[in-house]
C-alpha cells in the first residue's frame, strides 16, 4: 500500500514538471530575462542611478521586435530599475544599423550611443525560432567596466498569443466568398452544376480553425426543355443550398513569414443539403434536406489582409466540388 502510494506521488510530480515544461510560453520567458536583468542590478553599490538600455536585435523571421522591447521595459519599470528610453537613442541607432555593414562596428556603436544618453549597461536581446521552438536570448554588458555581465537562452512554446505579439501576420478571422463547379446537378444535359459560397472561419489554435460555409447551386440555372409530343416541360429545376460547419486544420507553413492560418490545410464539413426542384407541367416544388458530410484539400494563400484558396472537396450527396476562394482577413 505505502509502495503504491509512493509510486502515485511520483507519478504526479513527474505529470506537474512535464505540465509546466509543455506551458513555457512568451511571458515565462520575459519574466525569466527580466530576474536576470534584476540580478546584475542589485550586484550594483549604487543602484539608485545604475540604468539599462535595452536593444533588441531585428530578425528575418519576427517583424515585430519592437514589442519585446517594450514588454521587457514595462517587466523592469514595475520593479523601479532605470531603463533609459528616448527617442533620440532609438533614432540614432537605426542610422547604425543602416550602416553596419559599412562600419562592422554596429555592437559597439549601440554601447556608445547608450552610453551618451546615460545608461550603464545594455541589454542585447535576440528572438528566434528553431524546430518549431522560440528563444529568447539575453547578453547584459557593462559599459563602464566592458565586461558581459550575464547571458542566458529562454526557450518557449509557440502559441497565437506569440505569433500576434510578434507581428507574423495573424489575423484569426477570415471572411469571404467563392465560385465552384460540382456535381449537384440532375440534368442529363449537364455534367457540372455552378455554385457560388460564403465562409466565415476563426483560428482557435495555432493549426486549428472553426467556422461554416454556405454553397449555392443552380441559383441562376434553368434546366433545358423535355419533348414529350405536343407538350413539354422543364425537367426539374434543382436548387441545392447547403449549410455547413467547419472544422479546419492546417497541415503545413511553407512560407515561414506568413504566420498562423495559411498554407495547406484540410476541412472536415458537415451539415445539411436543402434540395429544391420544381416542373413547369406540375407547378409543384419539393424540398428536401439530405444529410452532407466531406472532406476538403486547399492551399490558403495570403496577401496582406487578403487571401485566395483553391480548393477541392468530397463526400455526399455533392460528390465533388473545386473551386476558388476570395476574402480578407482582420
Known sequence: MKKTFFLVIQFLFAGMILFAAE??????ALDAASKDIIEVYKQNENKENYSFYIHVYKSLTINKTSEIKKRLEAYLAKKNINVVERE??????IEQEHNRQQSGRFESNIVNVANKYGANAVVFVTIGKNNNIYNLGIRIVDIDKGILKAGEIY?????????ELLGKAYRPVSLGVGAEINLNS???NELFSYAGSISFDY?????????????????????KPVIYGNN?????????????GMLRFYLATPIPKV???????LDFMGGVSIVSSNSETTSNSNINAIPNVGVGLGFRLPLGWFYFEPEIRGGYPFMFGAGLNLGFRF
Open 88 to 93: 533620440e537613442a532609438e533614432l540614432e541607432i
Open 23 to 28: 506551458n513555457k510560453n512568451i511571458e515565462y
Open 155 to 163: 526557450e518557449f512554446k509557440p502559441s497565437v498569443k506569440i505569433e
Open 259 to 265: 504566420g498562423t492560418g495559411t498554407g495547406l490545410f
Open 232 to 244: 413539354y416541360t422543364i425537367k426539374n429545376d434543382l436548387i441545392v443550398v447547403e449549410p455547413l
Open 203 to 223: 483560428i482557435v489554435f495555432k493549426r486549428l480553425s472553426l467556422g461554416f460555409k454556405i454553397h449555392a447551386s443552380n441559383l441562376l440555372y434553368k434546366a
Open 186 to 188: 440532375q440534368d442529363s
